[in-house]
């Protein structure tokens, strides 16, 4: 009665079972690993762990087995580092194609009544765990990804720049490079919105921050939308005649746009104004006296006429 009720146990259980006698032969091979290693229980009893699994020899479950009928120790295997020990599938279509199944694989010691030590290899199936697990991965990525960008003109968002500018700056110090800056401000935009309408303001923004990117060419220059109608341009490496030259390329991309704005009060099409500040930073240098600067230039454009680009010239300050 209770051997039946053992052999239904083992038939049922969905789990590989796999037990070692003291000499590493295989003296239990449940129903389970037929099915998955399409290797029945009368080509495999008696069979030692090398003659069955000759690649795992000496590998962390060789060593984890010998270790439970040697020294008693259980051992669960991390599937992190032991993701598909055993030459197990899922099915037919993963055998033919090599692919294993995911495993979490438990070793544990047994005491058999009047026999040597014997050791009991528990063998689960986590496959859809670690699908699992890597959609959430993938699922964090994507979200994380999306937290850095701004969702109207899909370029970076106000938190990707200050997290590009503190590493550019960063590695400016280190360097001892020019690092350069770019602040921009849409003219007029607030009269264009409110007579064109915000449906237009958006699209109009959305063109704007195309035409800026398109004059980057650099994997390291950035170029973000930092608020509102305010746009930002990170540019590594760079001195002040190279970013008032992109700078102005800038100006004169976003002009050749040619978008309406009929109540602008410097051009009959939607316009910028841009600041441009560059410094070698010192090591007591912040980021915030780089925005400042370009901050300044930037005023200081929209003071002289807009549509035009200023740059800062006493960073010092």
């Known amino acids: 009665m209770q051997l039946s009720l053992l052999q239904g146990v083992l038939k049922a259980v969905r789990a590989g079972i796999i037990v070692f006698d ?28 090398g003659e069955i699994f000759p690649d795992m020899v000496d590998g962390r479950t060789h060593v984890a087995l010998r270790a439970a009928l040697q020294n008693n120790f259980a051992s669960l295997l991390s599937q992190t ?22 495993q979490a694989v438990h070793v544990m010691p047994l005491e058999v009544e009047s026999l040597p030590r014997h050791c009991l290899v528990q063998i689960g199936d986590v496959s859809m765990a670690v699908a699992r697990e890597k959609k959430l991965r993938e699922l964090a990525v994507e979200l994380e990804s999306q937290t850095l960008v701004d969702g109207l003109t899909g370029i970076a968002n106000r938190r990707r720049f200050d997290q590009h500018l503190d590493d ?10 020019p690092l350069s800056l ?30 800026l990117c398109g004059v980057l060419h650099r994997p390291r220059d950035l170029a973000a939308r930092y608020g509102g109608e305010e746009f930002t341009v990170v540019l590594p490496d760079t001195n002040e005649d190279g970013a008032l030259q992109i700078a102005e390329a800038m100006r004169a991309e976003v002009e050749s746009l040619k978008i309406e704005h009929a109540y602008s009060g410097v051009a009959g099409c939607v316009t910028i104004s841009l600041g441009v500040s560059t410094l070698i930073p010192e090591l007591a240098a912040k980021t915030g006296s780089l925005i400042h600067a370009a901050d300044r230039a930037l005023y200081q454009a929209k003071r002289t006429g807009r549509n035009c680009v200023v740059v800062y010239t006493d960073s010092k300050n």
């Open 22 to 49: 003291a000499e590493q032969r295989i003296v239990l091979w449940n129903q389970w690993m037929e099915q998955h290693s399409s290797f029945p229980a009368d080509a495999i009893l008696g069979k030692t762990f």
């Open 81 to 102: 580092l032991n993701k598909a020990p055993f030459p197990l599938f899922a099915n037919a279509g993963d055998a033919a194609a090599g692919i294993r199944m995911q």
């Open 168 to 177: 550019e700056f960063r590695r400016a110090k280190r360097n001892a490079s």
């Open 182 to 211: 770019i602040m921009i401000d849409v003219d007029y935009f607030k009269d264009y919105n409110d007579n064109y309408g915000h449906q237009h303001g958006d699209e109009c923004l959305a063109r704007i921050a195309g035409a």
